[in-house]
Nanobody, 121 residues
Framework: QVELVESGGGLVQAGGSLRLSCAAS???????MAWYRQTPGQQRGLVAH???????KYADSVKGRFTISRDNAKSTVYLQMTMLKPEDTGVYYC????????????????WGKGTLVTVSS
């Protein structure tokens, strides 16, 4: 069982920065971790992903501006967001993906409750 709690959201002006944190109650050392964003009327979309080895990938819209990182000793994942734009506004969700996966099973995904980021123009 993994519980995820996001923090760090808030209101920021365009061009500003925020750092989101995701604290996990369980061990996430072997899990892929990700940040997703959801805006009203739209599906939740992937923003950034980091695997257990530290390899990262990003949505095209945030490349060069956002950085995902993890501190396994603290069971925490971060999303550093810079040069924020109004279109970055949304609820940001942390996810632990395929926890407990084996060759025969997908495992289970866990989600936090989200943190709201609002970027004003």
């Amino acid at each position: 069982q993994v519980e995820l709690v996001e923090s760090g959201g808030g209101l920021v002006q365009a061009g500003g920065s925020l750092r989101l944190s995701c604290a996990a109650s369980g061990r996430i050392t072997s899990a892929d971790m990700a940040w997703y964003r959801q805006t009203p009327g739209q599906q939740r979309g992937l923003v950034a992903h980091i695997d257990s080895r530290g390899n990262t990938k990003y949505a095209d819209s945030v490349k060069g501006r956002f950085t995902i990182s993890r501190d396994n000793a603290k069971s925490t994942v971060y999303l550093q967001m810079t040069m924020l734009k109004p279109e970055d506004t949304g609820v940001y969700y942390c996810a632990a993906l395929r926890v407990g996966a084996t060759i025969e099973s997908y495992g289970r995904d866990y989600w936090g409750k989200g943190t709201l980021v609002t970027v004003s123009s």
